[in-house]
């Protein structure tokens, strides 16, 4: 089954930059789209961004919105996530998730319910 695995993770300072990448194994891939949730200590994990595959439409949290950008490729099952500047609040765990089959609802990305596969996370920790 897949797998998805985060990297690009890591210590930066706020108002600086750090991209995500996540790189998907196994048999199934996440065809329907794929997206990023963010779990930070004490709080649920929500969610952050996703793209569709079908057109590449993107979807955002409105705490990011115009800081981050989500980008991929379907055929290779990969989703990056440009975070720009960064602040303090994007501190948390920041999961990959992948969606196999268009799920019900009209906005499906939100739902954590709607992904299939979960990533085990990287850290990202933005300091002042």
């Known amino acids: 089954q897949v797998q998805l695995v985060e990297s690009g993770g890591g210590l930066v300072q706020a108002g600086g930059s750090l991209r995500l990448s996540c790189a998907a194994s196994?048999?199934?891939?996440?065809?329907?789209?794929m997206g990023w949730f963010r779990q930070a200590p004490g709080k649920e994990r929500e969610f952050v961004a996703a793209?569709?595959?079908?057109?590449?439409?993107?979807y955002y949290a409105n705490s990011v919105e115009g800081r981050f950008t989500i980008s991929g490729d379907s055929a290779k099952n990969t989703v990056f996530l440009h975070m720009n500047d960064l602040k303090l609040e994007d501190t948390a765990v920041y999961y990959c998730?992948?969606?196999?089959?268009?799920?019900?609802?009209?906005?499906?990305?939100?739902?954590?319910?709607?992904?299939?596969?979960w990533g085990q996370g990287t850290q990202v920790t933005v300091s002042s």
């Open positions: 998730a992948g969606v196999i089959v268009r799920p019900y609802g009209s906005r499906w990305y939100r739902d954590m319910a709607n992904y299939d596969y």
């Open positions: 196994g048999r199934t891939f996440s065809r329907y789209g």
């Open positions: 793209i569709r595959w079908s057109d590449g439409s993107p």
